[in-house]
């Protein structure tokens, strides 16, 4: 059996936000943008040549809307690996991407948490070899 997670869903509050985001804040892909019924869209980014992508999908309830950047309960919830972690966390810096703590040079690695756009926390991670 072959098989891999072709995309996952993070609410938004607006589509076009949320690719200036990823796109000009992350230097994200934006893989597709397409129009579905009843004015919604079908938009996936990602990482230049990562398999899985992001499905930017807008709340369209006050349920929704209330889990915008609360996804994953307050913990990191997504993972950015790098194979630079200095030049790509001084690119991020310089793009104003907000980090919440220095840099760590664990064993595994090195790694710093980062908020994106809507306050979802991440790691920007490079692993040991």
Not at 73 to 92: K, M, N, P, Q, S
Request: charged share 25%.
């Amino acid at each position: 059996m072959s098989s891999h997670i072709g995309a996952f869903a993070l609410v938004v509050d607006d589509y076009d936000r949320a690719i200036a985001y990823y796109t000009g804040m992350l230097g994200f892909e934006l893989r597709e943008d397409s129009p579905r019924e009843d004015g919604k869209r079908w938009v996936l980014v990602a990482p230049p040549g990562a398999q899985t992508a992001i499905l930017l999908a807008k709340a369209a309830n006050d349920m929704q809307r209330a889990c915008i950047g609360k996804q994953t309960g307050g913990r990191v919830g997504y993972f950015l690996h790098t194979d630079d972690f200095a030049r790509d966390h001084a690119l991020f810096l310089e793009r104003g991407v907000k980090f919440c703590e220095s840099p760590r040079h664990e064993p595994y690695g090195s790694v710093a948490v980062f908020e994106d756009l809507y306050g979802n926390r991440w790691d920007l991670l490079e692993l040991r070899a």
